[in-house]
């Protein structure tokens, strides 16, 4: 089965400007969690969607956001770029419930490596 | 959130197992423990998880302590395809994933 896709795999924006990027999940998973992968900090998580809501959120600024739409598919948006948002943008989906379970298991998407300018 | 310590790198030979350890002295009773790897170029990829006794499937075994505040991951034979960074994790009911900066696994031929 198809695994966990994102879209686009690499961009390239200058600083100021916005960047929407996408995950499609694995067929049936209705959680998609987002993290922001830099050599200096690692992997961090962003947000969790559900069922079109949001159910948890990582320490970030409000210029980052993110939204699930009602077949499971998420986008998350960053608006007025920094140079400091260059990363490796990842999204994994899981079949979690609606109550969540640590047990449940997460599949990653190969990222989207955004560069700022 | 509760942390891992892991420790920054590790080398291993081809073939060998390789027991990578990890420390949650601050587990909670719910704390799920996974391990996922990440290859160059990739996303983390799952490995194997556990709550209380010990795991095994195809990749690898995980061992749990007692006090459920340490594990190791065991890779029965190394191979080069093995060499990633290994993050050991604690994933609680909320849907996070809190990582820690991971053992880099370097397998020598």
């Known amino acids: 089965k198809a695994g966990v896709t994102q879209t686009p795999r690499y961009l390239i924006k200058t600083r100021g400007q916005q960047v929407t990027l996408s995950c499609s999940p694995i067929?049936?998973?209705?959680?998609v969690s987002w993290y922001q992968q830099t050599p200096g900090q690692g992997l961090q998580f962003l947000f969790e969607y559900f069922s079109e809501t949001q159910r948890n959120k990582g320490n970030f600024p409000g210029r980052f956001s993110g939204r699930q739409f009602s077949n499971s598919r998420s986008e998350m948006n960053v608006s007025t770029l920094e140079l400091g948002d260059s990363a490796l943008y990842l999204c994994a989906s899981s079949l979690a419930g609606q109550g969540g379970s640590g047990a449940n298991v997460l599949t990653f998407g190969a990222g989207s490596r955004l560069t700022v300018l | 959130d509760a942390k891992t310590t892991q420790p920054n790198s590790m080398e291993s030979n081809e073939e060998e197992p390789v027991h990578l350890p990890c420390n949650h002295s601050?587990?909670?009773?719910?704390?799920?423990i996974h391990w996922y790897r990440q290859l160059p170029s990739q996303g983390p990829e799952y490995v194997i998880h556990g709550l209380t006794s010990n795991v095994n499937n195809r990749m690898a075994s995980l061992a749990i302590a007692e006090d459920r505040k340490s594990s190791t991951l065991i890779l029965h034979r190394a191979t080069l395809r093995d060499a990633a960074v290994y993050y050991c994790?604690?994933?609680?009911?909320?849907?996070?994933?809190?990582f820690g900066q991971g053992t880099t696994l370097q397998v020598k031929p």
């Open positions: 994790i604690l994933r609680d009911n909320t849907g996070k994933l809190i």
């Open positions: 601050t587990i909670s009773g719910t704390d799920y």
């Open positions: 067929s049936g998973h209705r959680s």
